[in-house]
């Protein structure tokens, strides 16, 4: 019986953790699996050694006031692992608090099997993060086509998997024209996705530009309709911020529900939109895998920013312009996240059809990049990880 200790620390790698456990129980139905993940990854078997959300911190400053709280779980996750003698770590994105205890994890017990899904943005910003982990990590999982000689430079092993997005069930017009008859949604108002983010940090930063920029948009347009979709440690709180919105935003809720019915839900939300006005993150690629054209937009907090600023080495945050060397998805970040920038562009794509079909194109391309229509991620990344061993 292989045994596996999986971590995983945010909605995302939840995501990319379920899909991979799905994977590893078709070729080899008698691993056991343990550690930390979320409700999708509990679906699939996994006891949490602590609920996930805990580790849902983002941002250099904001993680500074939770950093003794979080340093205790990397060293009580750090003696699990030891304690429970897997085959295997594999830690899953979430890098300050993963490879933390990963490198714990190799001090004490070096000869066990270091794998690492989701390669550090190297590409972007911090390209020593790579050598650093090295040190501590064998093998990576890659989701996108050009990281593996990253990688590879450091002396790691590197496989491109492909990004689990590629993978969702298309959802037909007949699907999405129900969901949002379903919402009360007519067929001739516009429906604008709203999506703040996944963390709390996130939220608290991003809501009130959101908020405004709805405000704006309600008061030009009546006909446009606002619809939420929360992530499970987000949603209490974005159900509170809601009742202030304008235009009775509907909230789907995914307390309401079991975690495939509300990724289901998601879905169709997705691809039933006009439009989506999104912080930036993994949900530009699922948008992109609906269809979904969308409008991004990021901050930080001052002291964040000036330190980003310096090292980033990008000119686009978004990943379909990333992988597509374009910039098809208009984005708003650092001092252009303000409703000011950002109202007009949403309002501009709402009214013209050819912008967001241009976009769609550009997503298009970019699906095909991460693995469209080749085998599915999650399963690619079992063989990857059971070949490592």
Request: glycine share 6%.
């Amino acid at each position: 019986m292989t045994h596996l200790f999986l971590i995983a620390g945010e909605p995302s790698g939840d995501r990319l953790g379920a899909s991979l456990m799905a994977g590893l129980k078709t070729l080899a139905p008698d691993t056991k699996f343990s550690g930390i993940g979320g409700p999708l990854m509990q679906q699939q078997g996994l006891v949490s050694l602590f609920d996930m959300s805990e580790l849902s911190v983002m941002g250099i400053v904001e993680v500074l006031p939770r950093l003794p709280a979080l340093l205790a779980r990397v060293r009580q996750t750090a003696k699990g692992v030891v304690t429970s003698k897997p085959d295997a770590l594999i830690t899953i994105d979430s890098p300050d608090f993963c490879l933390r205890v990963a490198a714990k994890v190799k001090k004490a017990a070096p000869e066990l099997k270091t794998i690492h899904y989701v390669a550090p943005t190297v590409w972007a910003w911090r390209p020593e993060r790579a050598a650093k982990m090295a040190r501590h990590i064998d093998h990576v999982l890659a989701l996108f086509p050009f990281e593996p000689p990253y990688m590879e430079a450091e002396g790691m092993r590197c496989d491109f998997v492909g990004h689990p997005v590629v993978a969702d069930q298309p959802v037909s017009k007949a699907e999405a024209d129900a969901f949002r008859a379903d919402l009360g949604i007519q067929p001739h108002e516009k429906m604008l996705l709203v999506l703040p983010g996944s963390r709390q940090g996130e939220v608290a930063r991003m809501e009130p530009v959101f908020a405004e920029v709805v405000s704006r948009l309600h008061a030009a347009d009546t006909a446009i309709r606002f619809v939420v979709p929360a992530a499970q440690n987000v949603s209490a709180d974005l159900a509170t911020r809601l009742v202030h919105w304008p235009g009775a935003p509907i909230l789907l809720d995914p307390r309401d529900t079991d975690p495939s019915q509300s990724e289901s839900r998601k879905r169709l939300a997705f691809a039933a939109a006009d439009l989506a006005l999104a912080a930036s993150g993994t949900v530009s690629l699922e948008l992109a895998a609906a269809g979904t054209p969308m409008v991004i937009a990021y901050r930080f907090n001052w002291l964040t920013t000036r330190i980003i600023k310096k090292k980033v080495k990008l000119t686009t945050a978004t990943l379909v312009n990333i992988l597509t060397d374009t910039m098809a998805v208009p984005e708003f970040l650092f001092e252009d996240c303000t409703a000011d920038k950002i109202t007009p562009k949403v309002q501009s794509l709402l009214a013209d059809p050819t912008q967001r079909i241009a976009q769609q194109n550009a997503a298009d391309r970019a699906m095909k990049l991460l693995g469209k229509d080749a085998e599915a991620p999650g399963l690619r990344a079992a063989k990857a990880v059971l070949a490592a061993l």
